[in-house]
């Protein structure tokens, strides 16, 4: 006799569900009592299953089952709004920073016990062991090779020193300005802090990341891809033709047929077109010159994308809306001729797809990560994105190539932790997980222009990544060869 679970009365067990079955003359095949088993309300499956059984019926099967469960929608839920105006003023630049401490510090408060500064202040007491929460306002070194670091919360600032006899982080990573951190560390009598550890705010280290439990049990895809480049004379149609075919199911074995039919979502996550003056002598590159007209040929390519696959755009440094992130949605006027299985939305956005949550990013400043990381590269785009996630923020450097708005919120900073994180705009393929989260930089569309040859950069073009919306594992499709 199997034991009644105390802990949900929902849960059934297979003996269980097999004599339900087996009462009434019915005969249960055991995959069809798998899925009455994962079902959230097994009982009154089992009573509206046996009510639609006519006679004929000797043995229940998945069919039977499948045809009692709601059908599966898979719609797009956009989790993120822009605020409609942003001066730039002196307030916002500091409502900006303001948010971005408080919602990092929150994260850092989460995981370590931390102390106000102005509280270490007014105590000096020297040698005792004491942790900080601040934002990192000033970095310079010492004539004797030290490194002064100066911290700063909303009570006051502190002094912090990294000793350069003692290995306080791993050497391939940096402390930024700006960034909040927290330092745990010993006090002189003259208040300065003398580092032993640093905390970066991080996502937590298990993965158990996905707060909901996913909507569709069937197998359910979404294809992730970004910098298509339309309008440039480097764009591959040929590339992007086979793989619309592969959407729609028109090529391959049965398998990859299967496969392209549990596409349900396409993110792009921007440059969608070339745009207009962007690089110098661009216009020599350009197949279609004039801006409404590539967003056009953009709108004409995705018409052939099967129309029951949602597609999510979001903007890119090319694309004809403000360079400073975040940036909103493509405006109207861009997106009459676009299908209406097409959502814009902010770059960066969260959006949530069959349960899962997938933070688009165009990826700017990756840029910036990769100038300043030892170690890092362009090869790599996955390993960068890590070093987001650790310090829950898209862009932690301020004031490089990536611009921001400073509206009174950082909208940049990472405050809730994704299923994934998609990003593009380095055009390489990266692919990996970070403590859970699955990091995708999907490539490019668009083959090697001759400024990318002048800048020495190798792009990885005709590549759209394969993400199971159920286990939040990528993959690489080629599709040019
Ligand atoms: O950016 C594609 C890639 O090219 C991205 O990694 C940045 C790099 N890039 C773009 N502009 C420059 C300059 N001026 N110097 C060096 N590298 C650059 P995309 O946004 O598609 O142009
Ligand atoms: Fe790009
Ligand atoms: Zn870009």
Known sequence: MPAHNILSDDSMGETKIIQRFAEVGYQIHPDAVAMIKEHGAPDKLIQDILASLDGSVLVVKPEHIKSRLPQPTYGVEVLDALPTTCVGNYEEFLGYFHDRYAKLSEILRRRIGARPIESINLTKKSRE????????????????????VELEDPTGMIPVLFPNNKDVFDPSTRIFLDEVI????SLTNDGLLIAN?????????KKNNRGEPKQNSEACYAVLISDTHVGSNTFLEHAWSRFVKWLNAEVGDDNQKALAKRVRYMVIAGDLVDGIGIYPNQEKELTTPDIYGQYEAAANLLKGVPPHIKIIISPGNHDAVRQAEPQPPLFNE?????PPNVTF?????????NGARILVYHGRSLDDLV????????????????????????????????TIVPGGTDHLAIDSVPDV????????????????????????????????????LEPVPGCATLLDLNTMDASVLKFYT
């Open 421 to 456: 994180l998609h990003c593009g705009h380095v055009h390489t393929v990266g692919i990996s997980k970070y403590r859970g989260v699955t990091l995708v930089n999907s490539g490019t569309w668009q083959s090697q222009t001759e400024f990318q040859k002048s800048v020495n």
């Open 371 to 402: 100038a300043a990381l030892p170690g890092a590269s362009y090869e790599e785009p996955d390993k960068v994105m890590a070093e987001m996630l650790k310090r829950r923020h898209l862009a932690p450097i301020y004031g490089g190539k990536t």
């Open 182 to 185: 927290g330092i745990t560390g």
């Open 334 to 338: 861009l997106t009459t001729a676009f």
């Open 129 to 148: 062991e004491v942790t900080v929460i601040g934002m990192v306002s000033t970095i310079r070194d010492t004539s004797n090779g030290h490194r002064l």
């Open 197 to 205: 550890r640093i905390t970066w705010p991080d996502i937590p280290p």
């Open 345 to 353: 939305v902010n770059n960066p956005s969260l959006v949530k797809l």
